[in-house]
């Protein structure tokens, strides 16, 4: 079936936007008052659960300090701080040709991340000084579903949103959860691991490609993108 639709993960695919989340943790934290610093070694480890409330829950299990309530409004400040943190942020090898050859292409763009759509476009406006809705046909974020990755919704909201089957699309990873999530709904999966998920077994994946220059894609893709 003709490829119709390319659907990317933003944190890690896009973009090695991490350091820039785990800043923004960290100076919320001492916001706070908090005496919590997550070092790259935990931000490894906490990364393997999806969604920032979600890791904040993770990391205070056992002895709660804040209430869900508390977690909602840290996490809604420290979204706020990693925007201003990204003035100097720059697409991943590959990213900005990919995306414009597949728009010259005809092909439908699209967004499924377990990140919320502020951060988005906070990633769109840093990187291409736009509106993500005028990079991206359809946005699919973490806070629009009931289950994160590894669940496949959010792949599949992007997927009913672009109108389209599994089968006519391709997605862009650089996590296992990702990876697992994409699969669950159907997709064929490329898989570039980032500088946090560069340990994981990303065997599963249709494609490894070490980063997403045309002369590092699959020819599936590479037809689709020559006229």
Known sequence: MTLSALIFDVDGTLAETEEAHRAAFNESFARWGLDWHWTQDTYRQ?????????RIAVWQAGAPRLSPDEIAQLH?????LYAEKLNDLVLRPGVRDL??????????LAVATTTNRPNVEALAQACWGKTADAIFDVIAA????????????????AL??????????????DSLNGLKSAKAAGLRVLMTASAYTDDEDHSTA??????????????????????
Request: charged share 30%; proline share 7%; with cysteine.
């Open 142 to 157: 973490g806070d629009e579903v009931a289950a994160k990755k590894p669940a496949p919704d959010v792949f599949q909201l």
């Open 206 to 227: 249709d494609w490894e490609c070490p980063s997403l220059r045309f002369q590092c894609l699959p020819t599936l893709l590479k037809d689709a993108l020559t006229p």
């Open 160 to 173: 009913k949103r672009l109108n389209l089957k599994a089968e006519q699309c391709l997605a862009f990873e």
């Open 46 to 54: 906490l990364l393997k659960t999806t969604g920032g409330k979600e």
């Open 99 to 108: 995306i414009s050859d597949a728009r010259a292409a005809g092909l439908k």
């Open 76 to 80: 809604r400040e420290k979204t706020a």
